[in-house]
């Protein structure tokens, strides 16, 4: 097979007269100066992955899909076939990246692809739409903020229940329970509990399997560039595509699946965009070191006292989604929803947020989840996958981003990835 060319900054410069067209990566509205965009200009968009997921995806107002990419190429054919004509098809997301019609670049890979791709992408000059989970590993994520801070891109992650749309089993948005924590009604610290019964589904069926035989690779999947930065485990269509969620190399099972819709909210509700949990725990059977596995339950505690809780049993069916010392919410109940809006009417509003993308783009401002609070909510997943695959109560130290005395966890935040390719 062949070898792909390693990710490295180097990698966009060449000799001759490519080295000149390599400067000309430099999305057209920053020609006339910093947030400069001609009323006629377009913002263009290219589609990472486009499987079920990314296929799902092509098409979002605000900018027009100009490339799609994907090491399958029978996904490849469905994306070109449902864009149409006028769209380029690609299996190295490189060349996508040394496109200089290209503004935005939308990864829908799975999560081990996600912090490579959009570090390249930030240093190409484009702009960053990443699907959830933000990224595999605590390390990834801090390369990624560090990648886009010091790029000047925009970045965003594919979830929207702090912004946007009823939030699970509530029937309401995000922003009346908000407002009411702020207010300061409920006292503090609080208590989250994210289960069925507070309107969660944590997905166990997206465990892997075990002791899988060898298969032949299809001739349309270029497995080798599939597993990219993971390590080198034999094929089988069970680790791929759909299936793939379930294997610690590429995803973290169920919660690393739903992990960001559920937490990222709870995260902002109390307020902990800047900061992580000090304590976290996890009930669990023993988990296999490839296929992962369930889980019974999970707490994480911040230094003020606020609690997470992740329910995997669904015991406590009683428990409201919010609790503090002064008062509770519970979710679901349709009946309650017009009180929680009657009391949240009279209270002032949280700060505002930027939920147009394409506002972001164009005026260079941060997006209402970006590459900051949206490491810090995939933090709150990583660190309940470590807790699960090692089976043990675990101290975080969340300035540093280590835990503390742990090494064997430590591994986990930072783990290497297959050579050619690095952060």
């Not at 829908?108 to 190409?124: G, K």
Request: glycine share 10%; net charge neutral.
């Amino acid at each position: 097979m062949r070898q792909p060319k390693p990710l490295s900054r180097r990698g966009f410069i060449r000799t001759g007269a490519t080295a000149a067209a390599a400067w000309t990566i430099v999305p057209r509205r920053l020609l006339g100066g910093p947030g400069f965009t001609p009323p006629s200009d377009t913002l263009t968009r290219a589609v990472v992955g486009v499987g079920g997921m990314g296929r799902g995806h092509l098409f979002y107002p605000g900018a027009v899909v100009r490339a799609v990419c994907d090491v399958d190429r029978g996904h490849l054919a469905a994306a070109v076939e449902a864009c149409g004509p006028g769209v380029a098809a690609y299996t190295d997301f490189r060349e996508v990246l040394e496109r200089p019609d290209i503004d935005i670049v939308h990864i829908a890979t799975p999560p081990h692809w996600h912090a490579p791709i959009s570090i390249a992408a930030a240093e190409a000059g484009k702009d960053v739409w990443c699907e959830k989970p933000m990224t595999r590993t605590i390390a990834e994520g801090r390369a990624v903020v560090r990648a886009v801070e010091r790029t000047g891109r925009i970045f965003r992650v594919n979830t929207w229940f702090r912004f946007q749309d009823r939030f699970y089993g509530f029937g309401t948005a995000v922003k009346p329970v908000k407002k009411v924590v702020q207010s300061g009604l409920l006292g503090w610290p609080l208590k989250a509990t994210v289960s069925a019964a507070t309107g969660f589904d944590w997905k166990f069926y997206w465990s892997g399997l075990t002791n899988l035989p060898p298969e032949p690779v299809p001739p349309e999947l270029d497995y080798e560039f599939w597993l990219g930065p993971a390590p080198y485990k034999p094929y089988h269509p069970h680790r791929v595509h759909g299936t793939f969620r379930g294997y610690w190399d590429y995803d973290g099972g169920g919660l690393g699946d739903m992990g960001m819709h559920y937490l990222d909210p709870v995260q902002y509700l109390l307020g902990k965009d800047d900061t992580s949990p000090v304590e976290v725990w996890a009930d669990c059977p023993q988990q296999h070191p490839d296929a992962c596995g369930s889980w019974r339950r999970i707490e994480m505690k911040y230094a003020d006292g606020c609690v997470i809780v992740l329910d995997g049993e669904n015991r406590d069916r009683d428990a409201p989604f919010l609790e503090g010392p002064g008062g509770r919410i519970f979710p679901g109940l349709e009946s309650d929803i017009p009180r929680l809006r009657e009391i949240a009417d009279g209270l002032p509003d949280p700060e505002p947020q930027l939920t147009d993308f394409a506002e972001a783009v164009r005026t260079r401002r941060k997006f209402a989840l970006n590459e900051s609070n949206g490491h810090r909510s995939c933090t709150l997943v990583n660190l309940g996958k470590i807790a699960v695959q090692l089976g043990r109560h675990l101290r975080f130290d969340p300035a540093a981003e280590r835990f503390v005395g742990d090494e064997e966890a430590n591994r986990l935040i930072d783990q290497p990835m297959r050579a050619p390719w690095r952060l």
